[in-house]
């Protein structure tokens, strides 16, 4: 993307926009073969999710609403229209994003976060150092900046790594006179198959004694996965 955004500018057309309506990992890469056979299906979508929600994190001037994941397409082999859905059995050619009855795969389910952040305003994530692939995305309603949204993705399965552990501050969040803070917690990995929606795994509160008017999150994380959080004031 940054390639043909150069090119675009070269060429005189710096005011048009450049969007990107999917991405891929590259599975003929040998650090992906092992991990990505077929006998691995649930973490191969997994991986596909957590790495297309990577993805759009780093598209870091991209509004918000850019982002939000459309409906995966059903594609036929013959190309043709099938009206009658007795026609088209064996036809089907599965989607990286259903299961041919029609089940969510995760790689679906790990970008419903981005459906619940339209229409945000982009929070910078300012400070912090990381060495184990992981990407973050915070954001506000305009009209409600009590609540914090906030989508953790990694896809770092090359590293071998089963697991990581991310240690997240919320800087003066809260007002003085707030000591707890609620978060709830929704986890997208390899298990989040055959349902319609995700559901809040974790909730609870956080003591803002931190720092001052501050919070702090430590989570483990299985790679690949995505985390989508809510941080609500009181």
Known sequence: SSAIRGYLNQSGYGDVKLIATAVSPDYDDPKLQNLMSLEY???KSAHLGAFQTAARIYFQDTPVDWMIAGRGPRVFSDLVAHPDLNTFQ????????FYNDSTAKPSFMSLFPFRQVS???RVVVSEGSDTDGMTILASHDINNPKVVHVIVANSNVSSGIASIKYDLVLAQFAPPNVTEVEYKLAVLDRSSYGVSSFNFSQTGKLE???QTGSIRLIQEMAVPSVHYIQFVQP
């Open 41 to 43: 299906e649930d973490l």
């Open 90 to 97: 064996g036809l089907v050619v599965e989607s990286d994003y």
């Open 119 to 121: 229409g945000h305003q």
């Open 208 to 210: 803002t004694g931190f």
